[in-house]
Every structure is written in C-alpha cells, then in structure tokens.
C-alpha cells in the first residue's frame, strides 16, 4: 500500500510503499476513503520544538470501510463504515481517566488516515450510520474537537459567546455553540474570507479584527461576551481573547499555538477571568457526533472546499502552508 510518511525535521512529506497491514485479534483494517489535512499536521512537520518526529505516519482525520477483521473482534463486520478516534488508550493513566484519549501517554497512536489502509483498534472504531458519507465520516474529528471545547466549558444557554478565528475548529465550536444553547454569538476573523461560513455555521454577526472591534463585538452581542474560543493559535490571540471576555468570563484556548504567547496576568486578573487550555476528545465526543451529525442545523460538509489524491498530499501541504483560500482540504483514496 502507499503511506504518507514524514521523515522529520521539516524534510517534505513523503509517499512510500509499505505492506498492507494484518489486524491483531481486537483489530479491524480498513481501506481508508476520505482524510482530512489539519492544521496540526502543517505546524507539526516543520522541524520545530512541537514535532512529529521522523518516520511519523500522518492522518487523524479518516474515515473507510472494515476489510478485514481479527479473530477476536465481534460487533463489528466487513463493509461497514469506520470513522477513527485517532489516539490509542490505556485506560488506567491519568489522562484516560479524565475520559481523553489525547492525554494518554501509554497507548499507540491510530494516525493512520493518510494511507491505503489502515489498521485500526475496535476500541477506537466508530460504526457510521449508512445516512452519513465517508466525508461525514472524515469530519467527526474535528468537530469531536470543537465539540470537546464547548462541552468542557460549561455553556450555559443563553450565554454570549465570542469565537476568535474562521478555520475548521473556530467554525465548528459555532456549529456547537449553537447548538448546545448559546445566545447571541459573533465570529471575529483578520479576513472576511469565510465571513458566509461563519454565518452557516450558527453565528449571528461577524467581526474583523482591527481598531473598532471591541465596541463593534459588545454592539452585536449586547454585552460582552461569558465565553470566549480562541481558534486561531497564533501569538496574541489569548491577549485578544481576554481583552473581549466580560467580568468573570471565560476563555477557553482551542488554538494548540505552538509557540509562547505571551499575556498581560492584570489585564486577565482584573477581570477574575477564568483561562482553559483544551486540546482532544472523549469517546462519548466521537458516538454522539456519528449519531447526531445529521440532525444539525447545518451541513459540517460546508467547509470542505477540495479534494486530493494521495500522492498530491505533499504539495498540497506545502501549498497551504502559504496564502491560499482553502477551509477543509480532504484527501481521496
């Protein structure tokens, strides 16, 4: 089979043949149809502190069909179709006992999606309904990110709600803001590019960041906003985020920036702001997702704007890394 392969230190993807898996007795294979390019692996393959690190298999947001099962697997059966939580757990650390399987430091990782096929756990396979696509399938990822986000803080219906940014996790934490009860909530991007996504999505009024959008933020919403999702994961962003929340507001930081962003403690202390750092899912995220995807009151399939072969992975990537109008770039297989 063809795998996607980093070799590290910001070296560019590579597409290498490898065999085809064979599952253990509590595995299934999949042929791999859809996987999704995350922000993660475009800032995680440049030869930085936060890094893959070399011979890295890349792809955490797939989905496919079952071909073939081991020898202990039951409930499962060939042909069905399989979105993957991406991450292995142990289920005795103290990261899976908070239910995330991203903070599990034992168990192997499942990211596997940029590859012919891929062997995958029973203990991360989740079964699609046959209403939901393969590019459904592919989206339960990230919005089981967004969806972690808001659950994780505590929105209240009603509340007022501010998402900082307008890639793939900023519109999808307004997918479930809505969703999940917000109020009013206003979207606030440095580009009116995806301006109409951001509506689609749930939002009621979009702002561009510059020297008026604070007033223009408290006109919209009328307040400031209880929460505040920082999305956008680059330098300044949390000071922005802080500078909008209300007294005793929240903000909760989606973005996964990895480089130091520095904040002003008083600005945050003087108004009893509460900071979260979030980053994975739980399980429950992913069966929820796959059971209620298609009951929204938007189509998750709105943000995805192209598709490419495998074997166009690494230019792709490299193409992304620069200015570009892509939302959600899927790869086909």
């Keep these: 089979m063809k795998a996607a392969i980093y070799p590290g230190q910001g070296q560019p993807i590579t597409i290498e043949d490898l ?65 993957v939580l991406p991450s292995g757990a142990c289920g005795h650390c103290e990261g899976c006992k908070g239910g995330n399987h991203i ?10 999606g940029f590859a012919d096929y891929a062997l995958v756990p029973t203990n991360v396979a989740v079964k699609l309904p046959d209403v939901l696509s393969m ?39 307004i997918y479930w803001a809505r969703r999940l009860g917000a109020g ?3 979207a606030a991007s440095r580009s009116d590019r995806r301006k109409d996504l951001c509506l689609e999505m749930g939002a009621d009024a979009f702002v561009k960041f510059g020297d008026n959008e604070l007033g223009e933020v408290i006109e919209a919403l009328g307040g400031s906003p209880d929460i505040v999702y920082e999305c956008v994961g680059v330098e ?21 920036c990895t480089h130091p962003d520095p904040v002003m403690p008083a600005m945050g202390s003087y108004k009893c702001v509460t900071l979260q750092f979030l980053v994975g899912y739980t399980m429950r995220d992913f069966l929820y997702i796959a059971d209620q995807m298609d009951k929204g009151h938007a189509d998750p399939k709105a943000i ?3 598709e490419v072969p495998l074997l166009d992975l690494p230019a792709t990537m490299e193409r992304l890394r620069g200015p570009n109008e892509e939302t959600k770039v899927h790869v086909r297989l």
């Design 103 to 112: 903070l599990c430091r034992n168990a192997a990782s499942a990211m596997h």
């Design 236 to 256: 300044g962003m949390l000071s922005k985020a802080i500078m909008h929340a209300k007294l005793y507001g929240t903000v909760v930081s989606l973005g996964f």
């Design 19 to 83: 065999p085809d898996p064979e599952p253990g007795p509590t595995d299934v294979v999949i042929k791999v149809h859809r996987c999704g390019i995350c922000g993660t692996d475009l800032s995680m393959t440049k030869g930085e502190m936060w890094d893959y690190g070399p011979g890295s298999k890349l792809g955490h947001e797939y989905a496919g069909e079952i071909v073939a099962l081991g020898n202990e697997v039951e409930g499962y059966k060939l042909g069905e179709k399989i979105a």
């Design 135 to 173: 590019a459904d399938g592919a989206l339960v990822e990230p919005l089981a990110v967004s969806l972690y986000g808001v659950r994780q803080s505590r929105i209240q219906p009603g509340d007022k709600v501010l998402v900082l940014g307008g890639g793939t996790v900023a519109l999808y934490a």
């Design 304 to 306: 995805i704007t192209s």
């Design 184 to 186: 009013k909530i206003v």
